[in-house]
């Protein structure tokens, strides 16, 4: 059904030509799913574009042949590519809130490609096809979610309306570029599960690209590594996981987060405050008011936060887990005093503790370089000459790995991995000792993700830092954390040493979340 042939990709926006795929070959058979993993920058996304013909700018150069069918999407008129995009080949994005039109209700944009490509087509029988598709991929009253704006989903119904959209012409290719990034492990778990569905139902073949080698190898029979832009390796997708050829498979392979060995927690006892505890959080309850859909109605609360109660102690990572939505966040926020509760009370034995986000990029200040950003909390406080000032952030940079060039660089001329050491060492500044990261490794490749957590890590000793660690990722967390808790709705519903939580969970939501993580018993060792 598809064959990639010698394809080269090169930008002439540059003095010099830069070619970022190399000789790239693939061969796919209908209703195949084949992954293509590989770093940032390794290529992925360039070549699934090129497959569905989005790549049309003039100062990029392509040689080779991608013949869909017979068809050549390189050489082809624009008319027939027109015809097969949408129709026969069809791509789901990364971040559906970006590729979804915010204006426009989602029945009209999963209607969009049968008003292009069954033009014939009644306004009823759109709507009949674009509620039964809103069911098939398994959202609840598809009729709401038909009428309704993309703000007004979750980020896993959104990519579900992005599938609808992607399958409502039945593509014999479905291209998803890393279409799980960011999501909860059961999210995850549950857009995998749709994407075998349709393949199995529909015969549908899917080009799977992804930096999560673990969604990979639930998902796809056969797997591409590429390496700057290269084909370092393929071939059936267990032999690759368990005996891989190449050091640089081996090495993402490795960078995988398991769950292996029994951990040496010194604080794996229960700390619910006391001595020893560095912070002590005690009944947080906190509510949000909704909009009215009336205006006479009365404007209902809801709650967020249902009494929420633990400790933590000096030199302890805790780990907290739950989905979006379920209070992680807000709870931070409250630990830092950006959100007031509306009972409880927070109790801290040091200084203030400090915040690493999720989003590096949109964490720092694009106009500034990364010298003035590590320096402005110490301008802030007083009581430092700018010498002194300097001085400390060239330290801080080479705590966190980086060299003294950084500091007269901006953010955007850093890689994703060096903007996230900035943002760690940004918060560490001031000595807290307390750090908060919120999901602050969720978007970057698992190599970089790797080299995140053994900083946090060596900083933690280093410094006898106390970590509260948020993220969806149980394997991550179970890597980083002494202790677990486990929040749903607003609630603490198991907390425990590692070893307890996932090895003997208690709780069904536990349980579930571990069973969508593909946590294996064999990897208790």
């Known amino acids: 059904m598809l064959d990639v042939i010698d394809?080269?990709?090169?930008?002439?926006?540059?003095?010099?030509?830069?070619?970022?795929?190399?000789?790239?070959?693939?061969?796919?058979?209908?209703?195949?799913?084949?992954?293509?993993?590989?770093?940032?920058?390794?290529?992925?996304?360039?070549?699934?574009?090129?497959?569905?013909?989005?790549?049309?700018?003039?100062?990029?150069?392509?040689?080779?042949?991608?013949?869909?069918?017979?068809?050549?999407?390189?050489t082809c008129e624009r008319s027939r590519l027109r015809g097969l995009q949408g129709d026969d080949i069809a791509m789901i994005f990364q971040e559906p809130m970006t590729s979804l039109n915010p204006v426009l209700p989602v029945g009209w944009q999963v209607e969009e490609a049968l008003r292009i490509h069954r033009p014939q087509m009644d306004r009823?029988?759109?709507?009949?096809?674009?509620?039964?598709?809103?069911?098939?991929?398994?959202?609840?009253?598809?009729?709401?979610?038909?009428?309704?704006?993309?703000?007004?989903?979750?980020?896993?119904?959104?990519?579900?309306?992005?599938?609808?959209?992607?399958?409502?012409?039945g593509p014999r290719l479905l291209i998803a570029d890393e279409p799980t990034t960011a999501l909860d492990v059961t999210i995850q778990h549950q857009i995998v599960q749709l994407l075998l569905r349709i393949n199995r139902e529909k015969k549908t073949a899917i080009l799977f690209i992804s930096h999560d080698l673990s969604l990979v190898r639930q998902l796809c029979r056969r797997v591409v590594v590429m390496q700057s832009g290269r084909i370092v390796e393929s071939g059936d997708a267990e032999e690759i996981f368990s005996h891989p050829k190449e050091?640089?498979?081996?090495?993402?392979?490795?960078?995988?987060?398991?769950?292996?060995?029994?951990?040496?927690?010194?604080?794996?006892?229960?700390?619910?405050?006391?001595?020893?505890?560095?912070?002590?959080?005690?009944?947080?309850?906190?509510?949000?008011?909704?909009?009215?859909?009336?205006?006479?109605?009365?404007?209902?609360?809801?709650?967020?936060?249902?009494?929420?109660s633990f400790g933590i102690r000096q030199g302890e990572v805790l780990g907290l887990v739950g989905e979006s939505g379920c209070g992680k966040s807000t709870l931070a926020k409250v630990i830092l005093g950006l959100e007031k509760q509306g009972a409880g009370t927070v109790v801290h034995r040091s200084a203030h503790p400090q915040m690493v986000f999720q989003d590096p990029y949109g964490s720092l200040n694009p106009s500034r370089k990364v010298g003035w950003i590590l320096e402005e909390p110490l301008r802030i406080r007083g009581g430092c000459t700018p010498q002194e000032r300097r001085e400390r952030a060239?330290?801080?940079?080479?705590?966190?790995?980086?060299?003294?060039?950084?500091?007269?660089?901006?953010?955007?001329?850093?890689?994703?991995?060096?903007?996230?050491?900035?943002?760690?060492?940004?918060?560490?500044?001031?000595?807290?000792?307390?750090?908060?990261?919120?999901e602050a490794v969720s978007a970057l490749d698992v190599t970089i993700q790797d080299q995140i957590l053994e900083l946090l890590l060596s900083l933690k000793e280093e410094m006898g830092l106390s970590i509260l660690f948020i993220s969806h990722d149980m394997r991550v967390v179970y890597r980083m954390s002494d202790r677990v808790l486990i929040m749903q709705d607003g609630q603490i519903v198991e907390q425990g040493s590692v070893e307890q939580v996932y090895f003997a969970p208690q709780h069904p939501y536990t349980k579930r979340l571990l069973e969508a993580a593909d946590i294996r018993p064999e990897e208790t060792g």
């Open 394 to 438: 060239l330290a801080m940079l080479q705590k966190v790995g980086l060299g003294p060039e950084i500091a007269d660089r901006y953010p955007r001329q850093l890689s994703g991995g060096q903007r996230q050491r900035v943002c760690i060492g940004a918060a560490l500044m001031l000595e807290p000792k307390l750090l908060i990261a919120d």
């Open 247 to 308: 050091d640089y498979t081996r090495r993402l392979i490795a960078a995988i987060p398991r769950c292996e060995k029994e951990k040496d927690s010194p604080a794996s006892q229960t700390a619910d405050g006391g001595d020893g505890s560095l912070l002590e959080v005690s009944g947080i309850r906190i509510g949000f008011a909704q909009e009215r859909r009336f205006l006479f109605e009365r404007r209902r609360i809801r709650q967020v936060l249902k009494g929420v």
């Open 124 to 169: 009823e029988e759109r709507k009949r096809r674009a509620l039964q598709m809103l069911a098939d991929v398994e959202l609840e009253d598809a009729e709401r979610v038909y009428r309704s704006y993309p703000h007004q989903l979750s980020g896993g119904m959104r990519q579900r309306v992005m599938i609808a959209a992607a399958m409502i012409c």
């Open 7 to 74: 394809l080269n990709l090169e930008f002439h926006d540059h003095l010099i030509p830069e070619t970022v795929v190399f000789d790239f070959d693939l061969h796919m058979e209908p209703g195949e799913i084949v992954g293509l993993v590989g770093e940032s920058g390794s290529g992925k996304s360039m070549t699934a574009l090129a497959v569905a013909g989005l790549l049309s700018r003039h100062d990029m150069q392509k040689r080779g042949r991608i013949l869909f069918e017979g068809v050549d999407i390189l």
